[in-house]
């Protein structure tokens, strides 16, 4: 089985600032690992996604997240944030090709000028 | 078309009535997702059709949803004697489904039962 936590369902920083969005999972197998972004009454949009290969995986707007298997994390960072970046974040796991994506409960992140 | 198309986009009804709802996959995806979004629960997995096999269905929180999905494209979710508790946003989402596949996602269809 898997789940995933995503720590803090509000994140709030000034524009500018460091962004730190935090996901953990588990899983039996190697996982599959993604971010998504939900924009106000918009579906969910692909940000990045780790499947094999480097670590560190960059992805669209500035955002790049860290696979660390010893510590089974996916964290979303962006250096500075932008308004724009108001969005919920949602963090997934799945774990072949052939299974369902599974999903944290999501991070509402709050930009303030 | 270019993208996951659900309709309807809202969706008013009366507890009890039947409701169906509609998505437009990706031409050429093999995966279908049906997920319920509900404020301050994220994303409720529901059911999945991948290809011909026999979809999983360990998601549906009752019997009275059930989905098909016609000729491995379009799937209809249909939800019988709606309850208030049925509210939400109902998402659908398609992949190709290689291993590792981007799930592309619908705007989904906005269900208020009162």
């Known amino acids: 089985a898997q789940s995933v936590t995503q720590l803090g369902s509000h994140v709030s920083v000034s524009e500018g600032a460091l962004v730190l969005l935090r996901c953990n999972y588990s899983?039996?197998?190697?996982?599959?690992l993604f971010w998504y972004v939900q924009y106000p009454n918009q579906g969910l949009q692909l940000l990045l996604k780790?499947?094999?290969?480097?670590?560190l995986v960059k992805g669209i707007n500035g955002f790049e997240a860290e696979f660390k298997k010893s510590e089974t994390s996916f964290h979303l960072t962006k250096p500075s944030a932008h308004m724009s970046d108001a969005a919920e974040y949602f963090c997934a796991v799945s774990d072949s090709g052939y299974s369902t994506l599974t999903f944290g409960k999501g991070t509402m992140l709050l930009v303030s000028p | 078309g270019a993208g996951v198309s659900q309709s309807p986009s809202n969706k008013v009804t009366e507890k009890g009535k039947d409701v169906e709802l509609r998505c437009d996959p990706i031409s050429g995806h093999t995966a279908l997702y049906w997920y319920r979004q509900s404020l301050g629960q994220g994303l409720e997995f529901l059911i999945y059709f991948q290809g011909n096999s026999a979809p999983d269905k360990s998601g549906l929180p009752s019997d009275r949803f059930s989905a098909e999905r016609t000729g491995g494209s379009v799937s209809t979710l249909t939800i019988q004697r709606t309850q208030q508790e049925d509210s939400a946003v109902y998402l659908c989402?398609?992949?190709?489904?290689?291993?590792?596949?981007?799930?592309?996602f619908g705007q989904g269809t906005r269900l208020t039962v009162v």
């Open positions: 780790y499947t094999t290969g480097a670590t």
């Open positions: 899983s039996s197998v190697p996982p599959y």
């Open positions: 989402a398609s992949s190709l489904k290689t291993d590792g596949a981007e799930a592309f």
